[in-house]
């Protein structure tokens, strides 16, 4: 049986070239990059020369970017550090922030007692920027906390508008930038933001690595203790394999950005055009011109088939979801879709396609046939 892997939103398949890299460093590059020795130095050039690599993809210095464990791992320690050191009393979010972000934020309100406003939403998903200006209105030290690319429904956020709003109201501005480093071009340097956060695994490297984009003189503590790795800010022997293979994948993924987003793109409207013709009624989950790699579809299927849904696809071989992999095994619904669909719409069978330059549209015709026999 063939399989199609169609959950690119969940994680992503390596690239060749990423694994190449990351065996030749685990083989022959085994040094602790914070000894003086030659293995050590060795390690430590790959470390920096990665560093460099990524910083240079998003417009910013070397100096700004830390290398965590992963996404979640960042936003809980910008979150986390914003409140204890920078003395945030307030954090502005939105609901359909990914649980990294929204769970975390829900902990400091507890622990610290800080306010917490939630953004008004448009009926597609998007960020309603008029209340956002006026919940920035109050004199309070704040931090917004805006998701770039929703990693359900694909919803697209202006972050350089957000971040001059926030500029303007002298309100920190952190993002979790997931789902879009790789596939959209971002340009630090020109948008004024604070922190922001990413994870290898969603741009074809390697999981268990990410890192932050925290902004020069930003005054964040750690939240780990025990070494000088990372300036203090992140302590822990550095996964130099890991590295390599991020920043590996970080220059190959913006290398081919305008040819693998043009072909992605193409397989999504296809997609589209199959599901008009088959499934006539389906409705789109927020909104239609949301970010080339996610589509995520209300599917005009008997509710009774719901929660079997991925089952009989998962055993024709094909992955796809129904929210972010986390929710993906339970029944609740997703807190994305329950923020913008009717509780009638929410029993009905959504589906979360995500897409890679790896698909094809072959595999799309077997998806829309797969759902066609359900
Ligand atoms: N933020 C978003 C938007 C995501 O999609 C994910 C992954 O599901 C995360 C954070 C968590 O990232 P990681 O898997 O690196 O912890």
């Known amino acids: 049986m063939k399989k199609i892997y169609l959950d690119n939103a969940s994680t992503t398949q390596l690239r060749p070239e990423v694994i190449h890299e990351m065996t030749k460093v685990l083989t022959e590059d085994f040094g602790n990059p914070s000894s003086t020795h030659s293995f050590g130095r060795n390690a430590k050039s790959i470390v920096e020369l990665s560093r460099k690599t990524i910083a240079k993809s998003l417009n910013v210095s070397a100096s700004e970017i830390i290398f965590t464990s992963c996404g979640t791992e960042a936003n809980n320690w910008i979150l986390r550090s914003a409140v204890k050191d920078l003395n945030v009393e307030r954090i502005i979010l939105s609901k359909i922030e990914h649980h990294a972000v929204l769970h975390t934020v829900e902990l400091l309100q507890k622990e610290f007692g800080i306010q917490v406003d939630f953004v008004s939403l448009k009926s597609n998903g998007e960020i309603d920027l008029t209340d956002l200006v006026d919940l920035l209105s109050q004199e309070i030290k704040t931090l917004v906390s805006l998701m770039h690319v929703n990693n359900e429904i694909g919803t697209l956020l202006d972050v350089t508008k957000v971040g001059r709003i926030c500029e303007q109201h002298n309100a920190l501005f952190h993002s979790d930038m997931v789902q879009s480093v790789g596939k959209i071009e ?60 991020m920043a590996k994948a970080l220059e190959l993924s913006y290398a081919h950005l305008e040819t693998e987003r043009n072909y992605i793109f193409e397989l999504k409207k296809y997609l589209i055009s199959r599901l008009e013709i088959e499934f006539p009624d389906f409705q789109i989950n927020g909104n239609p011109d949301g970010i080339y790699t996610i589509l995520n579809v209300l599917l005009p299927i008997s509710e009774t088939k719901t929660a079997m849904i991925l089952f009989n696809l998962d055993m024709k071989g094909i992955a796809v979801s129904r929210g ?12 994305v879709l329950a ?17 890679s330059h790896f698909n094809t549209k072959a595999e799309i015709d077997l998806l829309v046939e797969a759902l066609k026999n359900i």
Do not use: W
């Open 186 to 245: 971002i340009d630090l340097q020109h948008s004024p933001i604070d922190f922001m956060v990413a994870s290898a695994h969603k741009f074809h490297g390697p999981k268990g690595i990410g890192f932050a984009f925290v902004k020069k003189n930003s005054g964040l503590q750690p939240l780990f203790y025990g070494g000088e790795q990372e300036k203090g800010l992140r302590p822990g022997t550095e996964a130099v394999h890991q590295i390599a293979g």
């Open 324 to 335: 972010s992999a986390c929710q993906s095994g339970s029944i609740k619904p997703s807190h």
């Open 339 to 355: 923020e913008m669909l009717s509780n009638e719409d929410l029993k009905k069978p959504s589906l979360r396609i995500s897409f």
